[in-house]
C-alpha cells in the first residue's frame, strides 16, 4: 500500500474520514483508517459519543469537551507515573526527588524533553499549571480554608528544579502524588501549560494579580475556553499531532523524544465509534488496544484474537448498595439508622448474585471495608489480614437482621415487618432497576417482609435528588483503583458524603474488628482521620476507617469488576513493571514515553 501520508493535506484527510457502515472508519482513507497497519497503534476512544475531535481541546481547567485525556494524555507527558494500584512513584519528566526538609519537596526536571515547536522544557512550564490550579482553589476556598489540603505554594528556582513548599510534615510519596495528581480537572495527565506560551502567560499573570472582584470573572474565562485546540496543541510527548479527522486523531512520532528510539512503530492513533464499548472494534480488529471495558461477557470470549492481552489488570470498579444515612437532610428515611442499614446488608445473599456475574463481574465476597477486591484477592495489603474479623453481611443472616431491626423497635406481624410508628417498612430503591445483584436484593428483603419500591429517574433528578438526600437506596458504582486512592480527601469526606450523607463524625466500637464493643468506643472525624493518616502513615488510622466504614456501611460492595485495558498480543507486545502496565489508568499512552516499560510491533 502506497504511503500517500506525506502527500495529503489535512483538509483532504479530515474530508475523507467518515463513518463506515459498522460504525468503524471506512478505507475510503486509504491507509488513514487503519484497517492494518505494521506502523501504527490504533485505539479505541473511550469518549467515542462525545466530543468531535474537531472540538476537543487542551486546557486541563476546563471539564468539558476536553482533549486533555484523549489525546492530551499521549501528545504530553506528565512529571512522574504514580500508580495508586501499587503506591509507588516511576521517574518520567522529573528524574529524582527528595524532601529538602519536612515541608519542602524538590524535584528535578530532565533536560531532555522539548516541546514539539523544539523549545526546552522546563520546570517553570509545570509550575506555572499548579500555581494557576491553586489560585483557582485559593479563589474557590472559604475564609479561613486551605485552598489544597497539604501544598501551600510552589516555584522554580532554576530552569530544572520545581520547589514545592507543604503546610505540614507528609512522606515523600504522598506529597509528590498530591503534587502530580489531577486536582482541578485533567492536570494529572500531562503539562499542558508552556510558561512562554501567550495565552497561558497572560492568564497566569493575572491569576496571581487578579483581586476578587475579578476573579469571579477570571476563573469562568479560564474554566471554559477551549484554548488550545487538539490540532493546534503543542505537545511534548513521544507523538504530536499529524491529522485530525471526524472519526480518528492521528499523531506520528516525535524524534526528539528521550523514547523515540525505543519505539519500532512511528504512529499512533485514537478512533471513535459509534458506540462506548470498544468490544466490537476491538473483534473486528478494527483496533490494536482499548483503555477499559474488560474483561469481557462469556458469550463474547470465543471471538478475542489469539493473543488477546490485558493492561491495568490491578485497577477494578466496585458495584455498590448506597445508603441515604440522612445527616443533615430533610427527607424522613429509615436509613438514617445505622442498625436498619446493618440489617438490609445482612439480608442481602450474595452468593445469588453468582449467577449473573456474567463473566465480568466478581463477588466481593468479603467484609464492606473500602479496599479494593483485587487486593483483597492476591493478600497483597495488611487490610487483607485486617477485615478477616470484621463484620461480613450478605449472607443471607434473617437472623441477625431481625434482631437488628427488633432492638430498633421494629415489629414483625404476619410475614411483614413494620416500622416503630406501625407502618409498613417500605424501602424506595432509586434506579437500578436493571441492575441485577438491586433485583437480588430486592427479591431478599420482600421474602423477608421488607417491602421494596423500585423507581426510575432520569439522570438530572437522580444526580439532583441523591445531593439532596431524598431517596433511601440506590445503586452505586466507583472506582477502586488503589488502597490509597480510595480514601482520598476529595473523595471520602466530600463526594461520598455529599450522595450517601454520613455523619462525618464518627463513632465506632472498639477494639477494631469486635462489633460489640468490649473496650468501649472511639469517636473521631473522618476528614481529620484521613489527613492525619496521610500525614503520619500510621497504619492505626488507616485500620479504623475500614472499621469505621464497616460497623457504619453508607455503602456495601455487592460486586467488583476488574477494569482491564486490551491489546492484540498477535502483533504488538508490551512489557515493564505492573505499578505501570497494570497499576495506572493511561498504560497505553504511558508505557510509549518511557525506558521503564516497553512497547513493539512484533506482527
Not at 518520567?92 to 515541608?103: G, K, P
Not at 490485558?310 to 424522613?332: A, I, M, Q, W
Not at 466478581?362 to 483483597?376: A, K, N, S
Request: aromatic share 10%; with cysteine.
Amino acid at each position: 500500500m502506497q504511503d500517500n501520508d506525506s502527500q495529503d493535506s489535512g483538509t483532504y484527510r479530515r474530508d475523507v474520514l467518515k463513518y463506515g457502515a459498522a460504525g468503524g472508519t471506512v478505507l475510503a482513507a486509504g491507509c488513514l483508517g487503519g484497517s492494518s497497519s505494521t506502523d501504527r497503534f490504533r485505539v479505541f476512544d473511550p469518549e467515542t459519543s462525545g466530543t468531535l475531535p474537531s472540538q476537543r481541546h487542551c486546557n486541563p481547567f476546563n471539564p468539558t469537551q476536553r482533549g486533555t485525556w484523549h489525546p492530551g494524555a499521549l501528545i504530553c507527558d506528565r512529571p512522574v507515573m504514580y500508580s495508586p494500584a501499587e503506591v509507588e512513584v516511576y521517574p518520567l519528566i522529573v528524574t529524582d526527588w527528595e524532601m529538602a526538609d519536612d515541608t519542602t519537596l524538590e524535584m528535578t526536571f530532565s533536560d531532555e524533553w522539548t516541546w514539539h515547536n523544539g523549545d526546552q522544557l522546563v520546570a517553570d512550564d509545570w509550575v506555572m499549571q499548579l500555581q494557576m490550579t491553586l489560585s483557582i482553589l485559593e479563589f474557590q476556598a472559604e475564609d479561613g480554608e486551605r485552598p489544597h489540603q497539604f501544598i501551600e505554594s510552589v516555584e522554580a528556582p532554576d530552569e530544572q528544579t520545581a520547589r514545592v513548599s507543604l503546610y505540614d510534615p507528609i512522606p515523600e510519596t504522598v506529597a509528590i502524588q498530591n503534587a502530580t495528581a489531577d486536582i482541578l480537572g485533567d492536570e494529572g495527565r500531562g503539562i499542558f501549560t508552556k510558561h512562554d506560551d501567550d495565552q497561558w502567560s497572560e492568564w497566569h499573570e493575572q491569576l496571581q494579580n487578579a483581586d476578587d472582584s475579578e476573579m469571579e470573572t477570571l476563573v469562568g474565562e479560564l474554566t471554559s475556553e477551549g484554548y488550545p485546540k487538539v490540532e493546534d496543541a503543542i505537545g511534548n510527548g513521544p507523538f504530536q499531532v499529524a491529522d485530525i479527522g471526524d472519526n480518528v486523531m492521528i499523531f506520528e512520532k516525535y524524534e526528539d523524544h528521550p523514547n523515540a528510539d525505543n519505539l519500532n512503530f512511528s504512529e499512533f492513533s485514537i478512533h471513535l465509534f459509534d458506540t462506548d464499548i470498544p468490544t466490537q472494534p476491538y473483534v473486528n480488529g478494527e483496533v490494536d488496544g482499548a483503555h477499559n471495558e474488560f474483561p469481557v461477557k462469556d458469550d463474547v470470549k470465543s471471538q478475542l484474537p489469539d493473543g488477546h492481552s490485558l493492561v491495568r489488570e490491578n485497577l477494578s470498579t466496585n458495584k455498590l448498595l448506597t445508603f441515604n444515612c440522612g445527616h443533615n437532610v430533610n427527607y424522613d428515611t429509615p436509613f438514617s439508622n445505622a442498625n436498619v442499614r446493618k440489617a438490609v446488608c445482612h439480608v442481602f445473599d450474595r452468593q445469588q448474585v453468582s449467577g449473573v456475574l456474567e463473566g465480568v463481574n466478581q463477588l466481593f465476597d468479603w467484609p464492606p471495608c473500602r479496599v479494593p477486591g483485587t487486593t483483597l484477592e492476591s493478600g497483597s495489603h495488611d487490610a487483607a489480614d485486617w477485615v478477616e474479623d470484621f463484620t461480613k453481611y450478605g449472607q443471607n443472616d434473617t437472623e441477625r437482621a431481625a434482631e437488628l431491626l427488633e432492638g430498633e423497635g421494629y415489629t414483625l406481624e404476619d410475614g411483614q415487618w413494620y416500622t416503630p410508628d406501625g407502618d409498613r417498612f417500605e424501602i424506595d430503591i432509586m434506579n437500578g432497576s436493571e441492575q441485577k445483584h438491586i433485583g437480588v436484593l430486592k427479591n431478599n428483603l420482600n421474602e423477608f417482609g421488607i417491602k421494596t419500591n423500585q423507581e426510575q429517574v432520569d439522570d438530572a433528578t437522580f444526580d439532583e435528588r441523591r445531593h439532596a438526600g431524598e431517596y433511601d437506596m440506590m445503586p452505586d458504582t466507583s472506582s477502586a483503583n488503589g488502597v490509597r486512592a480510595m480514601w482520598e480527601l476529595d473523595l471520602v469526606p466530600t463526594w461520598i458524603q455529599s450522595i450517601t450523607h454520613f455523619d462525618p463524625n464518627a463513632e465506632i466500637p472498639m477494639p477494631v474488628g469486635d462489633p460489640e464493643g468490649s473496650s468501649g468506643t472511639k469517636t473521631f472525624n473522618v476528614e481529620e482521620h484521613i489527613r492525619d493518616w496521610r500525614i503520619s502513615d500510621d497504619d492505626q488510622y488507616h485500620r479504623e476507617l475500614l472499621w469505621w466504614w464497616n460497623q457504619n456501611v453508607p455503602q456495601m460492595e455487592a460486586m467488583f469488576q476488574p477494569d482491564a485495558g486490551a491489546y492484540n498480543g498477535d502483533n504488538w507486545t508490551i512489557d515493564g513493571p505492573d505499578g505501570i502496565v497494570h497499576g495506572i489508568d493511561d498504560a497505553l499512552y504511558l508505557v510509549t514515553k518511557t525506558d521503564e516499560a516497553t512497547m513493539e510491533y512484533t506482527g
